[in-house]
């Protein structure tokens, strides 16, 4: 385990609280992790750490920006089963969770009320207002799915959207109670009440289909309707 490396303009130890206080471009490193903000209170006996103003955290692939945010470590009583080199990062205050696809050179963006994000797992739970946008790049658009609750497993490249799960894109859209998202596979099944359509260029719906199972495959750009089905066909503007 690598030591805790700390900047900042301003910095001083509370003794009465045990605290590490940094102020000014305030900076923490540890590990492959990197914390940024205005203010930054490290409890290194508590082992959890506070930041607001400007908050920034560096984990490889994701960058999470954040008005306040909480991280957790091994030994913290808040989280006691983290394991070594684990922790536990909790973000507030209009969070924004950014996940570069270094080979596409595309964005993906997840915002919503509240993001937790597991470090050995590399998994990202989002709560309340969730949206997540995925960067299609100049030709395709961007694909906007909303819902209540999300969680993804980055490594896996797997994700649950839940409650009132709503898709916009620039070709198509739908609605359901549930989505499950393939990333590899470029896939996701909407699942429960669901509903799809496709637009025409001037966004009219050209045709929808309803059934409690739908599976659209993103980039072969086709849709396969499982259970009962309904569907409509419109032709024409």
């Known amino acids: 385990v690598q ?3 700390t900047k900042a303009l301003y910095s001083y130890f509370e003794q009465k609280t045990g605290e590490l206080i940094l102020k000014g471009a305030a900076q923490i490193h540890r590990d492959d992790i990197s914390l940024y903000a205005d203010k930054i209170f490290y409890h290194e006996s508590k082992k959890e750490a506070f930041a607001s103003g400007s908050v920034r955290l560096e984990m490889g ?11 957790y470590m091994k030994g913290s009583k ?5 394991k070594e080199d684990d922790a ?15 080979e596409t050179d595309q964005e993906n963006e997840i915002t919503a ?6 470090k050995s797992s590399e ?3 989002a709560f309340e ?12 658009g961007d694909t906007r799915i909303t819902g209540e609750y999300m969680e993804y497993l980055h490594l896996q490249g797997k994700a649950l959207i839940k409650n009132k799960v ?25 699942i429960g009440n669901a509903l799809i359509y496709e637009l025409g260029e001037n966004g009219q719906k050209l045709n929808e289909v309803s059934s409690q199972k739908i599976l659209h495959l993103v980039k072969e750009k086709r849709t396969i309707q499982m259970g009962d089905v309904e569907g409509i066909i419109r032709v024409g503007p």
């Open 123 to 125: 998994k990202i739970e």
């Open 166 to 190: 709503k898709i916009e894109s620039p070709k198509m859209g739908g609605h359901g109670d549930r989505l499950i998202y393939y990333r590899q596979d470029e896939k996701f099944y909407l």
């Open 61 to 71: 692939k994701l960058t999470l920006f954040a008005g306040q945010l909480r991280v």
């Open 88 to 102: 536990v990062v909790i973000a507030q205050k209009h969070p924004r969770l950014v996940e570069k696809n270094e």
């Open 129 to 140: 207002n969730v949206r997540l946008i995925q960067g299609g790049g100049a030709s395709e």
């Open 113 to 118: 009320v509240e993001i937790k994000f597991y």
């Open 78 to 82: 808040a989280f006691s089963y983290l």
């Open 3 to 5: 030591k805790i490396q």
